[in-house]
């Protein structure tokens, strides 16, 4: 399994924006394309002093899968026009992780 991680920054003020856009248009994007092998993804924030980080996790079968999702330049990041335009920097590639223990917990 490969989880790619990615983030990015906003200010305060846009993280609502940011959020709307990722939620709403982004992540959808990505699930409408049925990428063979892309399991789930996760979206995170947190406050970081004047800013508001953000983090996606994509987690995906394998390696083989990224590159379907992005291309041969799988590393490139992901980010459209409309979140580009409320952050205020982000990763330009992403890192990718090979998953070496993933364990479920019983509840």
């Not at 892309?38 to 899968?65: K, N, P, Y």
């Not at 990041?77 to 890192?95: C, I, N, T, Y």
């Amino acid at each position: 399994m490969i989880c790619r991680l990615w983030r990015g920054w906003t200010t305060p003020d846009n993280a609502d924006a940011y959020e709307r856009i990722v939620r709403g248009q982004v992540i959808p994007g990505i699930e409408a394309r049925n990428i063979a092998g892309f399991r789930h993804i996760d979206l995170m924030c947190r406050v970081a002093g004047d800013e508001v980080e953000f983090q996606t996790l994509m987690w995906f079968d394998s390696l083989d899968s990224v590159v379907a999702f992005m291309g041969e330049d799988y590393a490139v990041s992901h980010v459209p026009p409309a979140a580009q335009a409320v952050l205020k920097r982000f990763d330009e590639r992403a890192a990718h992780f090979e998953v070496i223990d993933r364990r479920g917990q019983r509840g």
